[in-house]
Every structure is written in structure tokens, then in C-alpha cells.
């Protein structure tokens, strides 16, 4: 398909293809990447881990590779075929899962997992760039947003199928069987989806004729986004944000299941409705509100997740302790009222606590020209992930190892609490962004 045509393409239906397949793969990668969390307890049982070892393995192991491999694969994927390159990282990724299911001891698990990482550093900000290539900017945030689906859709499946996989199968077989379904796609993947014009959705209606120009050296999109002061602002404000998502994403199971008696099995349905309903309404609504406010003023991008976040907290802090307002837990009076009432809380936060997704990464496409937006993307997701996985999920395990002593069996509670200071740093920074994205932006 020659870029005229796919250009073409890009103003019709086949975007709309091009954003499910997307997707689809991004619910493969979050799949893979959070299927952890579900299978913590058999995993820490068999392989005698503390909280803090399981949340450097599934951390640090993964986040090492994952986030330094994807600025050089993104300095390819501006140069070179960007859907060629997240097949290539679809199939990587997925077999490593597969591969997680046959280690014998944690060393073998922690380098399966840096395997994990190797894949997925290829798997997002092609995507970005791409997205941002099919959709206009009045509707870029929301094609985001879209996007990020992936997240709550691969938690949620990770959790439920992994949960049920590992409850009547074992642990073991959870991995094999999501990683056979990531190979068995990127070849449907490659047969589907075209690479569009770089900067294309940008040019004027029917302009078939402008020269894209060439991809900039790693250096000089450095330099450009090194000037940007609302770059920084916005990295480091969704990675403080995401010390708090990945690591409540991974140690929420665990919590469930100490703190509210629940089962595997009753975990991996619980969660996952929370993770399924709750990140779905929260990142489209995220993407929408800033879709309207940033058609008006370019601040309405941070803002938008800097409010959400400021209302998530207690509404998490309540969430945790709504047992006690209807007569305890689990077993105790009022168990099955009070996990109905935690679902239904735990809903808001975990919604409004993904609403950054779409704006976020949006203002970020328009922070480099479009030659450089897949390079600028992977630098942003460096920050992000390099501090919020790698910190956040062992941040969580070290401080509940750390709590055992005083809390027990609730130290995970107490090193939740402790992680909702993050959530508030993140609305500071954005807050700030807000203040001179317009002065940095580019059109």
C-alpha cells in the first residue's frame, strides 16, 4: 500500500482497524506484563520469595532492558518500518512469557522476565508515533485514550485468566498459555496493519505532495525537548504517578487476598471487574475532557489528570477501609457488603488515576515535530517506566517487608497508604506543566 493510499486510509475506516489492532497488542503487553500480579502467592510459595525480592523480579527485571532498549528501537522506528518492528517486539515479548513458565527457580524467572522487557521495549512508542500519524490533533487525545485500553483490558484479562489458568492448571501453565497467544498473533498483526505517512494527519486536507522530512539524529531530539521545561514536568509527573499504578496494579491481589480473605480464585474475578470498568471509564473520560478543554487552552491537557489525581486519593484511602463502615470483612458481619461497597470505590480511583494516559501522551506528541515523535515518546516512557516500574513495584514489597514487624499480616496496607504521596507529587508537576506547555508547544 503506497503512502498516497494509506494516507487515504487514514481519513476513513482503517484508522479504526489500525486503533483495535493497536489494542489488541497493547492488551497482549499489559497482559503479560501484570500477569504477576495475580500469580504472586504460588509463585512467592514455591520459590520461598520475601515482597520485596517478587517486586524487584517483577520490577527491576523487567523495567532494566525495557526502558533502555526502547530509545535506541525508537531511533529505528523513525527511520524504519515502525510495524515490522512491533511484530518483531510482539513475538519477542510473548515467547519470553511462555519461557517464564518453565523456570525452575528465581533466577531463571528474573531473566525470562528481563526477556519480557527486551520485547516490550518496542511495543509502545511506535504505537504512539503511529497513532499520532493516523488521527488529526482534534482528536489525537482521545485516539490515546483509546489506546491505553490496553491497560485496564490486559490487567483485567491477566488477572482473570491467569488467576483461573493457575488456580485448575497451575502457575506455570498461566504463562505458557498468553504467550502462545502473543506468537500466534504478530504474524495477523503484520498482514494488517500499514506504517501511515510520518507527520501526515498534520499536512492539509488532500496534500499528497509535501516532502516528509528526514528522522533527526537521537542528539537533536534530545536538545529540543531538553529546552522544554514542561518535557520534564510531564515525565516525571507520570512517573511519579506510575510508582503508584504499577505498584498498587501488582501487589492489589495481594492485598485482597491478606487483608480481605479473599481466594485466588475470588481475586482474579474481583480485581479484574475493578480493573476492567474502573480503567475503561477512566481513561476515556480523561481523554474526552481533555480533548474539549485543550481545544480551548493547552494547559486543559495536565490539568485535566492533575484534578483527577487530587480526587483519587481519598477515594482510594477510603475504598481500603470501606469494611469498616458496614461491619467488617471476609468472614466477619457484613463481608459480602462490605467487598460490594470496596468494588464499587475502588472503581473511582482506578479510573481517575488512568486518566492522565490519553492527555498526557498526547501533549507529548506535540512537544517534538513529527520526524522525532517516536523518539521523544520512548524518552518519555524512559522516565516513566525506568522510575515507575522499577521503583514502584519494588517500593511496595520493600516497605511491607520493612512494616512486618509492627502491621503483620497488614503491612501491605500500611505500604499502600505510604505509596498515595506519589498520586500528589504527580498532580504537582502537572499543575506546573499546565503553566507552560502553550510556550512549548508545536503545531
Known sequence: MSDTKIQAAGGSRYRYVVLAMLILVYTLNFLDRQILGILAKPIKEEFGLTDGQFGLMSGLAFA??????????????????????????????????????????????????????????????????????????????????????????????????????????????AFIVVGLLGVALAPIFRLVVRDPRRGGADMAAGDTTTVQAPAAPLGEVVRVLAAKPSFWLLAFGAASSSVCGYGVALWLPSFFMRSLGLTLRETAWYYSGIAFFGGLMGIWLGGAVADRLGAKSKAGYPLTPAVAFLISVPCFLLAMNSGSLVGGLGGQGGGVAALALAFAIFLIPTGLNLAWLGPITAAVQHLAPAPMRTTASALFLLINNLLG???????????????????????????????????????????????????????
Do not use: N
Not at 519470553?96 to 518496542?122: D, K, S
Not at 512508542?125 to 490496553?150: T, V
Not at 521503583?391 to 499502600?416: C, H, M, N
Open 64 to 173: 532494566l532492558l525495557y526502558t533502555t532498549l526502547a530509545i535506541p528501537i525508537a531511533w529505528l522506528a523513525d527511520r524504519f518500518s515502525r510495524v515490522w518492528i512491533m511484530t518483531t517486539a510482539l513475538t519477542l515479548w510473548s515467547g519470553f512469557t511462555a519461557l517464564c513458565g518453565f523456570a525452575g527457580g528465581f533466577p531463571q524467572l528474573f531473566l525470562a522476565r528481563m526477556g519480557v522487557g527486551i520485547g516490550e521495549a518496542g511495543g509502545v512508542a511506535p504505537a504512539y508515533s503511529m497513532l499520532s500519524d493516523y488521527f488529526p490533533k482534534s482528536q489525537r487525545a482521545r485516539a490515546l485514550a483509546a489506546y491505553a485500553f490496553g491497560i485496564p483490558l490486559g490487567t483485567a484479562a491477566g488477572t482473570l485468566v491467569g488467576g483461573l489458568l493457575a488456580v485448575h492448571f497451575g502457575w506455570r501453565t
Open 389 to 443: 516500574i522499577a521503583v514502584g513495584t519494588y517500593y511496595f514489597g520493600l516497605v511491607s517487608d520493612l512494616l512486618k514487624p509492627a502491621f503483620g499480616q497488614e503491612s501491605l496496607r500500611w505500604s499502600i497508604y505510604t505509596g498515595m504521596g506519589f498520586y500528589l507529587v504527580a498532580a504537582l508537576l502537572f499543575f506546573l506543566a499546565s503553566r507552560r506547555l502553550a510556550r512549548d508547544w508545536v503545531e
